[in-house]
C-alpha cells in the first residue's frame, strides 16, 4: 500500500511541475506540440485514478464506484500509450496526410481495450469486484496491458522504418522510453503490489518534454517571430508530406541606408516594429525572422497569396514612427511556392538564404524568377554531385599535352579534373570548380587532383616520355588553407618524387582575396622547389605589376588572348609587347587555346615558347594521354 502511494505522488508532483512548465513558456502549438500536451495530461490522469482505484478497493467501496474508477483507469492508461504513438507520427507526417484506413488502424487496439474494459462489469472480460470478493482480474486482463505494450512496440518499429528521415537521437530516445515503459508493465503484471507504471510515464514525458524543447525553435517574445531553424524543419515536413504552401518573403532594403542616416538603434526598433506587425497577424510559428531585414511568411491559402502580399506590401510601405521620427520604408517582397518553384527543402531554404543576401536597394513586389531560381537550383545540384563524386571518388584527372615550339615536342601537358554525375551527366571545371571554391569542397577536389598527378609521376618514366613536368591548377581557396605547404609537401612526399616535376598555376586574380598570405605561400613553393605559373593573364585586370613582382616561371596567355591576338592586327602588337616583358624577366609564355593552324603558324613565327589547344590535343584520359606522348615524342 505504502509503495503504491509512494510512486504515484511522487508522479503526480512531476506532472504538476512539468504542467507547470509548459504553461509558462511560449510554444507553436504545432500537432506534435499539442499531441504531447495531451498526453502529459493524459498521463498525469493515471496516477490519480491509480491512487483512487487502490483506494476504493482497499476499503470495499460500492461496486459501481469501483468499476467506473478502474475503467477510467484502463482507458486512461491505453490513450497515454496511443498518444505517444501519435506523437511519434506526428514528427514525421501530418494528420491530413494520412489516409482513413491507416488512421483508423491506429484507433482499433485502442478501441478494443476500451470495449474490454467498458463490458467489464457484465462479462467479466476484464476484472471482477464486488464487496465480498473484493478484487478479481478477469480472463482477459491481460490485454488491457497488452494493448499499451502494443502501441510502444509499434512506436519501436515507427521509428525505425522511419529512421532516415528521423535524428538518430529522436531513435534511441523513442526507443529507449518504448523499451523502459514496456519492461515496467512486465514488472507490474509479475508484482502487483509495486505499481511504478504511472512513475515512468511521468519521467517518460519529461524526458519527451526536454527533448521536443531541445530541439526547439526560439521565439522572439516581442515579436511572436520564430528563428529560420524552425523553417527548415516545417519546410522539410511540408514537402515530404506534398502539401502546397507559399513562403512570402519581406525585407527592408533600405535597411543599412536607415542605420547610417537614423541610427543602429532607431531602426532596429523599427525593424522591431514591423517585426511585430507581422508576427502577431499570423499563427505563432508562420513568421521566421531570417535576419534584422527579412522574414518570412509560410501562407497555406495559396490561393491568397497574391491578395496577401498586396495587402502587406501595402501596409508596411508606409511610414513608422520610431522615437518621435517618421521612417519610411522600401519594402521589396516575393514568394516561393511549393511545388511549383520548388521540390526541395534545401532549395526552399538556399533562396531564401540569396533573398536575404541579394543587394537591391529599390522595394517592390518582384517575381520569385527575379531570384534565378534555377541558377541556384543548379548550384544546390552541383554541390550534390561534387559530394557524390567525393564519396564514390568519380573525380578524374585529364591531361592536356603542351608543346615547346624551342624544342618541336611536348615537353609538359596541364592537369585538368573531370567529373562525371550519374545524374547530371559530364560537369565542366569552369561551372563547378567556382561552386566547390565556395562551400569549401575545392580543398579535397585539389588534393585529390595533386595527388593523381604525383601518383601518375611515380609511375612514368617522365624522362622517357620526354616530359619535364606537369602543370596543374591551384585554387586561392587552396593556397590560403593554414596547413597548405604542409599538405602540399605531405602529399608530394608520399609518392617520394621531386618537387621539380610540377608546376603550380594560380591565376591572377587569385591574390586579390588575402595577398600577404598568398604571396607568402607562393614565394614558400618556389623555396621548396615548385615551378610556378601565371594562369589566364589576360583576362579581366591583367596585373602587370603582381606578374612582374612574383617569381612566375611561365606566364599563360589566356586563350581569348592568344585567339583574338592571331586575328585582330591591333591586339598582335599587345600580346607581343607582352611577350617581350615576359622574356625580359626571364619566364616564358604559354598560349592557351590554340585551336587552328593560322594560329599555330603566327605563334611560331612570333616565338611564343609552348603551345597548348586543340590544335594539338584536347585534354584526354592518362592512358589516352600516355599513347599520344608516346606517339608523337
Ligand atoms: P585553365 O586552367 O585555364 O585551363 C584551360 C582550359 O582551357 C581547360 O578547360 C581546357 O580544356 C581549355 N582548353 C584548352 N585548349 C583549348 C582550346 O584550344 N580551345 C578551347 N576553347 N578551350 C581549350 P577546362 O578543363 O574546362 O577547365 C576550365 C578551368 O577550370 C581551368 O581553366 C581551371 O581554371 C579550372 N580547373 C580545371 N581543373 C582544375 C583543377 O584541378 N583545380 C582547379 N583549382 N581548377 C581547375
Ligand atoms: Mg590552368
Ligand atoms: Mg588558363
Avoid at 523502459?180 to 503490489?193: E, F, K, M, S
Avoid at 513562403?247 to 516594429?273: E, R
Avoid at 563524386?389 to 615537353?411: A, M, W
Amino acid at each position: 500500500m505504502i509503495l503504491v502511494y509512494f510512486f504515484d505522488v511522487a508522479s503526480i508532483i512531476a506532472f504538476v511541475m512539468l504542467i507547470a512548465m509548459v504553461v509558462s513558456t511560449k510554444h507553436i502549438m504545432d500537432l506534435k506540440f499539442k499531441i504531447l500536451c495531451y498526453l502529459t495530461v493524459a498521463a498525469c490522469a493515471v496516477p490519480i485514478l491509480d491512487i483512487l482505484r487502490t483506494y476504493v478497493i482497499e476499503y470495499r467501496m460500492n461496486a459501481t464506484v469501483v468499476y467506473i474508477v478502474n475503467v477510467l483507469f484502463f482507458i486512461a492508461h491505453a490513450i497515454v500509450t496511443f498518444l505517444f504513438l501519435m506523437y511519434v507520427v506526428s514528427q514525421v507526417e501530418m494528420s491530413h496526410t494520412r489516409s482513413l484506413i491507416r488512421k483508423i488502424l491506429l484507433f482499433v487496439p485502442l478501441a478494443i481495450c476500451v470495449l474490454l474494459v467498458v463490458i467489464t462489469p457484465f462479462y467479466t472480460t476484464a476484472f471482477y469486484y464486488s464487496v465480498e470478493t473484493g478484487y478479481v482480474r478477469g480472463p482477459l486482463y491481460f490485454l488491457t496491458n497488452l494493448v499499451p505494450v502494443l502501441y510502444f512496440i509499434w512506436a519501436i518499429v515507427y521509428t525505425i522504418r522511419k529512421r532516415h528521415i528521423l535524428s538518430r537521437s529522436f531513435v534511441i530516445m523513442i526507443g529507449l522510453v518504448s523499451i523502459v515503459n514496456i519492461a515496467t508493465i512486465g514488472c507490474q503484471l509479475l508484482w502487483p503490489d509495486i505499481i511504478v507504471r504511472s512513475f515512468t510515464l511521468s519521467m517518460s514525458a519529461f524526458v519527451m518534454y526536454f527533448f521536443e524543447e531541445h530541439g526547439r525553435a526560439s521565439i522572439e517574445e516581442d515579436t511572436n517571430l520564430v528563428g529560420k531553424e524552425y523553417l527548415i524543419e516545417v519546410g522539410t515536413k511540408m514537402i515530404r508530406n506534398n502539401y502546397p504552401f507559399s513562403l512570402i518573403l519581406m525585407k527592408m532594403t533600405n535597411f543599412d541606408a536607415l542605420s547610417d542616416t537614423f541610427g543602429n538603434a532607431n531602426t532596429n526598433a523599427l525593424s522591431k516594429n514591423i517585426a511585430s506587425y507581422v508576427g502577431h497577424q499570423f499563427q505563432l510559428g508562420r513568421c521566421f525572422r531570417i535576419s534584422e531585414s527579412t522574414i518570412a511568411i509560410l501562407n497555406l491559402n495559396v490561393d491568397k497569396t497574391g491578395e496577401l502580399i498586396d495587402k502587406l506590401y501595402n501596409e508596411l510601405s508606409n511610414s513608422w514612427e520610431v522615437e518621435g521620427l517618421d521612417i519610411s520604408c522600401d519594402i521589396l517582397m516575393t514568394h516561393i511556392d511549393y511545388p511549383n518553384d520548388t521540390d526541395d527543402a534545401e532549395n526552399m531554404t538556399a533562396l531564401v538564404r540569396h533573398f536575404n543576401r541579394m543587394e537591391r536597394s529599390v522595394g517592390g513586389i518582384i517575381d520569385i524568377e527575379d531570384l534565378h531560381i534555377h541558377e541556384h537550383i543548379r548550384v544546390k545540384l552541383v554541390e550534390n554531385a561534387i559530394e557524390r563524386g567525393l564519396k564514390n571518388n568519380s573525380f578524374e584527372v585529364y591531361y592536356q599535352p603542351i608543346r615547346s615550339l624551342e624544342d618541336d615536342t611536348f615537353v609538359t601537358a596541364e592537369a585538368l579534373v573531370r567529373l562525371t554525375d550519374p545524374e547530371l551527366g559530364p560537369i565542366s571545371p569552369a561551372e563547378f570548380i567556382p561552386i566547390a571554391e565556395n562551400n569549401g569542397t575545392i580543398v579535397a577536389i585539389g588534393d585529390y587532383v595533386l595527388e593523381t598527378v604525383c601518383k601518375f609521376i611515380s609511375e612514368n618514366d617522365m624522362e622517357k616520355l620526354g616530359l619535364r613536368y606537369i602543370e596543374l591548377n591551384l585554387s586561392v581557396i587552396q593556397c590560403l588553407q593554414k596547413d597548405f605547404i604542409e599538405n602540399v609537401e605531405r602529399i608530394v612526399g608520399k609518392y617520394n618524387i621531386d618537387s621539380g616535376y610540377l608546376c603550380l598555376e594560380v591565376t591572377e586574380t587569385a591574390s586579390n582575396y588575402s595577398p600577404t598570405v598568398f604571396k607568402r605561400n607562393l614565394e614558400k613553393l618556389g623555396e621548396k622547389g615548385f615551378a610556378l605559373a601565371l594562369d589566364d593573364f589576360g583576362t579581366g585586370y591583367a596585373n602587370i605589376e603582381r606578374m612582374v613582382t612574383s617569381d612566375f616561371r611561365i606566364v599563360k596567355f589566356d586563350k581569348e588572348m592568344t585567339q583574338y591576338s592571331s586575328s585582330e592586327e591591333r591586339l598582335k602588337n599587345v600580346f607581343e609587347k607582352l611577350q617581350n616583358v615576359v622574356h625580359s624577366m626571364d619566364s616564358k609564355v604559354v598560349a592557351e587555346g590554340v585551336e587552328t593552324k593560322e594560329q599555330y603558324d603566327y605563334l611560331k613565327r612570333i616565338g611564343c615558347d609552348y603551345i597548348q589547344g586543340y590544335y594539338f590535343s584536347k585534354p584526354v584520359p592518362e592512358d589516352e594521354f600516355v599513347e599520344f606522348i608516346l606517339a608523337n615524342n
